[in-house]
């Protein structure tokens, strides 16, 4: 076996265990959340691609409980964050505590500086508080007084939405809500599902053990420098022009839908930003991996583009009196644009 051949092994053996840690800490969040496939995949997506979460759904359905899991698989800090109209920048960021010992300022790191953060039900807090965590979404650092602070290279933050409760909230505008990799919509768990659920809470409850204390029982399969090598190996997946190609088609068929169905023309009012296009490829390629493929297929693209384009679609005014969304103008997309 020449150089070459020994090196090129060791790296496909390499590969083959970070895929195998993956698809492992994979089994384990499904068997620690119960019902919930979509959104672990959805989360494991999100920390391949680098990208933040928004995830819609009614109280009670393990949202909280599957990012501290994704945490505690991760061997990542986590901190929880309760958004209330109280809640100011600083309590997220930080701030500068004078020392009275040497007259200087010393600043105090706020609950950002984590590798995975929950910011829970985030459309309760004010313009200025959901600004200052949009932008260290963005930035991937925060600004105090006149010094940047860095955030760690490993930062995933998941928002959650009550759908239910709309009073004393503030909905995040459109161009901020363009910084969410996904909007993922998380509904109830089915009846078999749900007596599993029973059963595991039951479990728990006469071992003694509540949430904290099972996810300490966790074991951590993936650490940063694991995540960091598998972001590389996704971005380095096989892409056909043809794949990009229907990527961008279906990403400019939201902005000039007539173009393709004359009965969309007044259902969208605006379309995806470019943003939404390298969202998906980034998402699709995380889809492909996580599945076991060196390849990008037409089926990755279908298969995240409603949680990548749901939030970033603006439907009009006489859609939404028709009852028509976001999710419904996809799929007539899906429909009319072919695949190169």
Known sequence: MTEQASVMQAADAKTSEIWASFNQAQISLNNLVLGQEQLVSRLLTSLLADGHLL????????????VKSLASVVDGSFHRIQFTPDLLPSDLTGTDIYQP????FHFQRG????????????????A?????????MAERQITVGKTSHPLPPLFLVMATQNPIEQEGTYPLPEAQMDRFLFHVKVDYPSESVERQVLSLAR????????????????????????????????????????I???????????????????????????????RGTISLERAARSNAWLSGRDFVSPDDVQAVVHDVLRHRI????????????????????LSQVPVS
């Open 111 to 126: 609950p950002l500086f984590h590798n995975i953060v929950l910011a829970d039900e985030i459309n309760r807090a004010p």
């Open 314 to 333: 603006i439907v009009s005014f006489s859609a939404e009196a028709e009852g028509i969304d976001s999710d419904m103008c996809i799929n007539r997309l």
């Open 203 to 242: 479990e728990e409850a006469l071992d003694g053990l509540d949430d904290s204390r099972v996810l300490k029982k966790v074991q951590s399969l993936l650490t940063p420098d694991i995540v960091n090598q598998a972001r590389k190996e996704v971005l380095a997946l096989h892409l056909a022009p043809s």
């Open 55 to 66: 995830v819609e759904g009614a109280p009670g359905l393990a949202k909280t409980r599957a």
């Open 244 to 274: 990009e190609e229907y990527i961008v088609q279906l990403v400019l068929a939201t902005r000039d839908p007539g173009a393709y169905d004359y009965t969309l023309q007044d259902m969208i009012e605006f379309g995806s930003s470019p």
């Open 128 to 136: 200025k508080v959901q600004s200052a965590l949009l932008e260290a």
């Open 101 to 104: 010992t040497d007259g200087s």
